[in-house]
């Protein structure tokens, strides 16, 4: 597992890398507990971006084979409660998160996008969460609540009822992503760019703006 998901940190940014691209990036759910523990401390770095391996999937969803042992619906639950708690742990980082999407981000890896702070695309990229016509599962409240937040409740609906996914420039006109690079490379190279950038400025405020954002998501009140 060690090897699956890849942690660098250059020059005040850390790079944390799906490695599985013979699997499309599918997602175990060991990779997303070491996802977790990086996003829960990231050590000395200002920001954190979050790729897949190769040019074909930035993550493909859960591994299909993580389900194989599933024997009702407690362990669906549970599976859910899990990606909570990881999406959870990424969206309340100490640090800003950019996710560098190329390919296929679906289904949870359209989850971990969307708990980043920042999204920027290649342009072959694919977004959606196909579970209608796949697993048959459902989203959680908390991930319904995220992705609203970002594209509003109509297109979350039509997304999952047609389970069609996005091409790049349509996540960009629904406000999913903010900018679409040509290729894999130039997509990297914006990602290290876009990081240092975010780095560069003070952290506190940085940080005070995620909170504030996640608590009007939330409609928490100010001091809880």
Do not use: W
């Not at 790729?51 to 549970?78: K, N």
């Amino acid at each position: 597992m060690a090897d699956e998901v890849l942690y660098e940190a250059r020059d005040a940014i850390g790079y944390v890398t799906f490695n599985r691209p013979q699997a499309r990036n599918a997602l175990t759910f060991a990779m997303y507990e070491r996802l977790a523990e990086v996003a829960a401390e990231p050590g000395d770095v200002r920001a954190l971006v979050v790729s897949g391996a190769g040019d074909r999937a930035f993550a493909a969803g859960t591994d299909i084979g993580q389900f194989r042992t599933f024997g009702g619906a407690e362990d669906a639950i549970a599976y859910e409660a899990r990606l909570d708690r990881v999406l959870s742990t990424l969206e309340r980082c100490r640090v800003p998160t950019i996710a560098a999407i190329a390919g296929a981000c679906t289904g949870g890896g359209a989850g971990i996008a969307a708990a980043c702070d920042l999204r920027i695309a290649a342009a072959n990229a694919r977004f959606g969460f196909p579970i209608a016509r796949t697993l048959g599962n459902c989203l959680s409240m908390g991930n319904i609540a995220r992705l609203a937040a970002l594209i509003g409740a109509g297109r979350v609906t039509e997304m999952i009822f047609t389970a069609r996914l996005l091409d790049a420039e349509e996540a960009r006109s629904a406000g999913l992503v903010s900018e679409v690079l040509p290729d894999a490379r130039a997509l990297a190279r914006r990602a290290a760019e876009l990081a240092n950038l975010v780095a560069s400025h003070a952290p506190l405020t940085l940080r005070a703006t995620k909170e504030a954002l996640r608590r009007l998501r939330d409609s928490l009140p100010p001091d809880e």
